[in-house]
T-cell receptor, first 118, second 113 residues
Framework: DAGVIQSPRHEVTEMGQEVTLRCKPI?????LFWYRQTMMRGLELLIY????????DSGMPEDRFSAKMPNASFSTLKIQPSEPRDSAVYFC????????????????FGEGSWLTVV | DAKTTQPNSMESNEEEPVHLPCNHS???????IHWYRQLPSQGPEYVIH???SNVNNRMASLAIAEDRKSSTLILHRATLRDAAVYYC??????????????FGIGTKLQVIP
């Protein structure tokens, strides 16, 4: 398996521009997570989906951020308009969540999208 | 979510054992303890997990206190490739529903040659 695939790997954009980050989870996984990582705040959960449905978006910073998962193999995180404080590494992760399987459910991360807003 | 507390950073000499502590005093009976690590410029990766008993795998060992309020990740012989940020997280599967998983800051491990 190719693992979780994210694109773009690196993006530099100007303040005010729209940014779209893309993610392809591991085939067969039913949970998908978007995280943001900065030096100050560490790894923060933005939103997670289960079976393509957004379950918890309480970590989404503000209305400028939106995420979609139109099908089991694709998700996007969009920032519109972007601001310099959005500069961070954005990770997508996926796992298989099985209700009664207590021990497993390893989360697999992509390599991240490094965003710089100038 | 039950929270975990870890030191911000630790140092170890190469080829010596490393004990990375994690406090989770509000852990519930259905919380599993998971450890992940993040190598430079990569996403986090799974290391090990446990519930009550100590666990061993090829990467590390996990020692869990009898009251489960703390745990220790043990790297038996640190190598330079073990230099990473280590995250201790709790995962509750009792709800049977959907899992919010937060990672926080973690412990940055430096390995000194």
């Amino acid at each position: 398996d190719a693992g979780v695939i994210q694109s773009p790997r690196h993006e530099v954009t100007e303040m005010g521009q729209e940014v779209t980050l893309r993610c392809k989870p591991i085939s067969g996984h039913n949970s998908l997570f978007w995280y943001r990582q900065t030096m100050m705040r560490g790894l923060e959960l933005l939103i997670y989906f289960n079976n393509n449905v957004p379950i918890d978006d309480s970590g989404m910073p503000e209305d400028r951020f939106s995420a979609k998962m139109p099908n089991a193999s694709f998700s996007t995180l969009k920032i519109q308009p972007s601001e310099p404080r959005d500069s961070a590494v954005y990770f997508c992760a996926s796992s298989f969540h099985f209700r009664d399987r207590g021990a497993g459910n390893t989360i697999y991360f992509g390599e991240g999208s490094w965003l710089t807003v100038v | 979510d039950a929270k975990t507390t870890q030191p911000n950073s630790m140092e170890s000499n190469e080829e010596e054992p490393v004990h990375l502590p994690c406090n989770h005093s509000t852990i519930s009976g259905t919380d599993y303890i998971h450890w992940y690590r993040q190598l430079p410029s990569q996403g986090p990766e799974y290391v090990i997990h446990g519930l009550t008993s100590n666990v061993n795998n090829r990467m590390a060992s996990l020692a869990i206190a009898e009251d489960r309020k703390s745990s220790t990740l043990i790297l038996h012989r640190a190598t330079l490739r073990d230099a990473a940020v280590y995250y201790c997280i709790l995962r509750d599967f009792s709800s049977g529903g959907y899992q919010k998983v937060t990672f926080g800051i973690g412990t940055k491990l430096q390995v000194i040659p």
